[in-house]
């Protein structure tokens, strides 16, 4: 609604309460007032930060959300991943734009979990938190014992080369097998990331997949569209994603975690 026409609108709406005596409906205008305010005299003073003037702008959708929120949203981003092999990420706190984090589970101490800082995490928050300067991440110690170690060492990742990811130019897919693993190896930005290779709606190889510029594997068969970083799916529509297979560089070689995949 146009402004000058809602200021009118309202003058006449107070007028007839004013008229009806409605004493809700003047109960109501003053307590939207008591609220108003204060909050828009701290606005008006460039004084946003206050709690008052936020509750405000937040009730408008106009304040920014706070540097906890952006994290999360971003963490929400990689979660996926990281729970694809058995780990989880905690967000400890936020100052200044470093992100301060816990992984737990398969993650801590694992090969891949540096890879999943740098290659998910960071560029999710990049993406996410315009704030971030850094990740400072804390891994939880693991318990030693007997049924624990046999557990762990049920989901260590172990890591075998994966020589046809050097084929691969920036912007480049290809479907390769590895260990009787059927992959896709995705050349984003420079980074060498690993799927599951196979749509989820019918099992058809995405070798003949299409990459864009925004990391969005676009099926050739379905056009149904995943993240490259995360395999979830993200054309809107129902259905599973692509599993995520960690990935490290060693020796200047590719390697891909094809036993948890």
């Known amino acids: 609604m146009d402004f000058d026409k809602a200021v009118a609108e309202l003058e006449a709406l107070v007028e007839t309460l004013e008229r009806e005596g409605d004493e809700r409906a003047l109960l109501l205008l003053q307590l939207v007032d008591a609220i108003h305010r204060p909050a828009l005299e701290r606005i008006a003073a460039g004084d946003t930060s206050d709690p008052i003037a936020q509750a405000l702008l937040q009730m408008y959708d106009i304040a920014p959300p706070d540097d906890d929120v952006l994290v999360e949203e971003a963490l929400d981003e990689v979660r996926p991943y990281i729970h694809?092999?058995?780990?989880?990420?905690?967000?400890?706190?936020?100052?200044?734009?470093?992100?301060?984090?816990?992984?737990?589970?398969?993650?801590?101490?694992?090969?891949?979990?540096?890879?999943?800082?740098?290659?998910?995490?960071?560029?999710?928050?990049?993406?996410?938190?315009?704030?971030?300067?850094?990740?400072?991440?804390?891994?939880?110690?693991?318990?030693?014992?007997?049924?624990?170690?046999?557990?762990?060492?049920?989901?260590?990742?172990?890591?075998?080369?994966?020589?046809?990811?050097?084929?691969?130019?920036?912007?480049?897919?290809?479907a390769t097998e590895l260990d009787g693993i059927q992959l896709l190896l995705a050349n984003f930005e420079g980074e060498i990331y690993a799927l599951r290779d196979g749509c989820p709606i019918d099992g058809n190889s995405l070798g003949g997949a299409r990459l864009t510029a925004e990391g969005v594997i676009v099926c050739p068969w379905h056009n149904c569209a995943y993240d490259v970083r995360t395999g979830a799916r993200v054309d809107g529509e129902e259905g599973g994603g692509l599993g995520v297979i960690p990935v490290a560089m060693r020796n200047g070689t590719v390697q891909v975690a094809v036993n948890v995949a």
């Not at 891949?112 to 938190?129: D, I, P």
């Open 84 to 174: 694809s092999h058995g780990g989880e990420v905690e967000l400890l706190g936020v100052t200044d734009g470093v992100v301060e984090l816990r992984m737990s589970g398969s993650c801590a101490g694992c090969a891949a979990s540096a890879m999943t800082l740098k290659r998910g995490v960071e560029e999710a928050l990049r993406n996410h938190y315009p704030g971030f300067r850094e990740v400072v991440a804390e891994e939880v110690e693991k318990q030693a014992g007997p049924q624990l170690l046999q557990i762990e060492n049920l989901h260590k990742p172990v890591f075998l080369d994966a020589e046809a990811a050097a084929e691969l130019g920036p912007g480049e897919l290809m």
